[in-house]
């Protein structure tokens, strides 16, 4: 069923599929998990090295839908039903941030476990004894990661832990869990959370037998408010908060990079003045193999002494022709002065497939005589005096931003999309300007 009805759903044929099925049929049908679930909150068969896994580790935004996929999971492996488990495992450890998450969120909340089932077949909730029992017997038992100590000593064939990025005693707690994993043939663990870059978190990310899946709030429109996700997403979609919380994603940065999650939020607008000047900045690949760098592409304008940001449209090992075209069609559409282009891996071979896109377009040669941390200083000095400015938000190259310290990236690649910032402000504000300003918008 799961995989016919997704099948018809990505193609646009979900009619065809409940054509004909009466009212009571098709609230039958929207009942079962197996219909309704996206693969994302659906188990995984294997970790990503071909054996059993042994964590489920769900990365979500807010409202994406990971408590239901937790309060299935509970459901189905306390029925032993296939896909998910051979048998009905017991007893089942639900482990929250405090005692009141795990009870309003994951067992009484709306997509909790309690709802999860139909009225005919919930188990039965006795809140003073922190237990679930199943009319198979099976029983899930309460903790709370507030009180690692509670979790020694009980003993579970699976366990079920809601927002680990959240919990005060995650390594205590966590540790505490796995001692207790210890029945059954192969015991299993669910954990949903919108992820922060805890030490834990990224050790999972890390081990074997893990197997992520990660779901944006967007994905779970259907059962969300409109009006929630024209606010809110068009509030912070692409902001640090945003990544987070709706996005699901790790937002990291180095304690010794030039930039900051802080800073770069401090220095966000939304919308762009009239300029004096706007630049296209290219730092080319050395190369246009598969595996070169990127080819960094960032334009800028300034207003007032101050430059902003404008867009980032930065290539993945593009070739020369390819990169050429997308810089010189940023120029003509940003309205700029001139191309800054970095020439040091070849500036004849630069300038020429720049003119062969288009031989009008003014072409500034920028040639490195320092450091990429040494030319890049000075661009984050002016961030910290407020004169640059990012209108709206540049995910990947702020990622660079936050993690580009003394040695680079923490990746060891090139930080092309920075370098082509760093051009791209320089020219505007840390070098004399050729041309009288002349003012305009975007």
């Given at each position: 069923?799961?995989?016919?009805?997704?099948?018809?759903?990505?193609?646009?044929?979900?009619?065809?599929?409940?054509d004909?099925?009466?009212?009571?049929?098709?609230?039958?049908?929207?009942?079962?998990?197996?219909?309704?679930?996206r693969?994302?909150?659906?188990?995984?068969?294997?970790?990503?090295?071909?054996?059993?896994?042994?964590?489920?580790?769900?990365?979500?935004?807010?409202?994406?839908?990971?408590t239901?996929?937790g309060?299935?999971?509970?459901?189905?492996?306390?029925?032993?039903?296939?896909q998910?488990?051979?048998?009905?495992?017991?007893?089942?450890?639900?482990?929250?941030?405090?005692?009141?998450?795990?009870?309003?969120?994951?067992?009484e909340?709306?997509?909790?476990?309690?709802?999860?089932?139909?009225?005919?077949?919930?188990?039965?909730?006795?809140?003073?004894?922190?237990?679930?029992?199943?009319?198979?017997?099976?029983?899930?038992?309460?903790?709370?990661?507030?009180?690692?100590?509670?979790?020694?000593?009980?003993?579970?064939?699976?366990?079920?832990?809601?927002?680990?990025?959240?919990?005060?005693?995650?390594?205590?707690?966590?540790?505490?869990?796995?001692?207790?994993?210890?029945?059954?043939?192969?015991?299993?663990?669910?954990?949903?959370?919108?992820?922060?870059?805890?030490?834990?978190?990224?050790?999972?990310?890390?081990?074997?037998?893990?197997?992520?899946?990660?779901?944006?709030?967007?994905?779970?429109?259907?059962?969300?408010?409109?009006?929630?996700?024209?606010?809110?997403?068009?509030?912070?979609?692409?902001?640090?908060?945003?990544?987070?919380?709706?996005?699901?994603?790790?937002?990291?940065?180095?304690?010794?990079?030039?930039?900051?999650?802080?800073?770069?939020?401090?220095?966000?607008?939304?919308?762009?003045?009239?300029?004096?000047?706007?630049?296209?900045?290219?730092?080319p690949?050395?190369?246009?193999?598969?595996?070169?760098?990127?080819?960094?592409?960032?334009?800028?304008?300034?207003?007032?002494?101050?430059?902003?940001?404008?867009?980032?449209?930065?290539?993945?090992?593009?070739?020369?022709?390819?990169?050429?075209?997308?810089?010189?069609?940023?120029?003509?559409?940003?309205?700029?002065?001139?191309?800054?282009?970095?020439?040091?891996?070849?500036?004849?071979?630069?300038?020429?497939?720049?003119?062969?896109?288009?031989?009008?377009?003014?072409?500034?040669?920028?040639?490195?005589?320092?450091?990429k941390?040494?030319?890049?200083?000075?661009?984050?000095?002016?961030?910290?005096?407020?004169?640059?400015?990012?209108?709206?938000?540049?995910?990947?190259?702020?990622d660079?931003?936050?993690?580009?310290?003394?040695?680079?990236?923490?990746?060891?690649?090139?930080?092309?999309?920075?370098?082509?910032?760093?051009?791209?402000?320089?020219?505007?504000?840390?070098?004399?300007?050729?041309?009288?300003?002349?003012?305009?918008?975007?």
């Amino acid at each position: 069923m799961l995989a016919g009805s997704s099948a018809c759903a990505a193609k646009g044929r979900l009619d065809e599929l409940i054509d004909g099925f009466s009212a009571r049929e098709l609230e039958t049908l929207l009942a079962d998990w197996e219909f309704c679930a996206r693969e994302d909150q659906w188990p995984p068969l294997l970790a990503p090295g071909g054996e059993p896994w042994r964590v489920w580790l769900i990365l979500g935004g807010r409202g994406a839908g990971k408590t239901r996929a937790g309060a299935e999971w509970v459901r189905a492996i306390a029925r032993g039903r296939p896909q998910f488990a051979t048998r009905p495992l017991s007893p089942i450890a639900l482990v929250g941030e405090s005692a009141a998450h795990v009870r309003d969120v994951m067992i009484e909340g709306v997509s909790g476990i309690l709802a999860a089932h139909p009225r005919s077949e919930r188990p039965l909730w006795e809140p003073s004894r922190k237990r679930l029992t199943f009319d198979n017997g099976v029983v899930a038992q309460a903790f709370s990661a507030e009180d690692p100590e509670s979790l020694r000593g009980p003993q579970f064939s699976a366990a079920w832990c809601d927002e680990l990025a959240k919990w005060r005693y995650a390594d205590e707690s966590w540790d505490m869990l796995q001692f207790g994993l210890r029945l059954g043939e192969w015991p299993r663990q669910l954990v949903t959370t919108t992820p922060r870059p805890i030490p834990l978190l990224k050790r999972l990310l890390s081990e074997d037998g893990v197997v992520t899946t990660r779901a944006t709030t967007r994905q779970n429109a259907a059962n969300l408010a409109p009006s929630f996700l024209e606010s809110v997403v068009a509030q912070y979609a692409g902001t640090r908060l945003g990544r987070q919380e709706l996005d699901g994603d790790i937002v990291e940065e180095r304690a010794d990079a030039l930039w900051s999650r802080d800073m770069l939020e401090s220095v966000r607008v939304t919308e762009a003045p009239r300029f004096e000047r706007i630049v296209v900045a290219v730092d080319p690949p050395a190369s246009s193999t598969r595996r070169a760098d990127r080819c960094g592409i960032v334009a800028a304008g300034t207003a007032n002494g101050i430059v902003f940001v404008l867009e980032d449209a930065t290539l993945e090992a593009a070739r020369p022709a390819q990169w050429a075209r997308v810089a010189v069609a940023l120029y003509h559409r940003l309205e700029a002065d001139a191309l800054i282009a970095e020439v040091n891996q070849g500036g004849e071979m630069v300038r020429a497939v720049i003119h062969e896109a288009d031989p009008s377009v003014p072409v500034k040669e920028a040639r490195a005589t320092r450091g990429k941390y040494l030319r890049a200083a000075p661009v984050a000095q002016l961030y910290e005096q407020g004169r640059v400015r990012h209108v709206g938000a540049f995910p990947a190259l702020e990622d660079e931003m936050c993690d580009f310290g003394t040695n680079g990236l923490s990746s060891g690649r090139s930080p092309d999309r920075l370098d082509a910032l760093v051009w791209a402000v320089t020219a505007l504000a840390l070098t004399p300007r050729a041309a009288a300003p002349r003012m305009r918008r975007v």
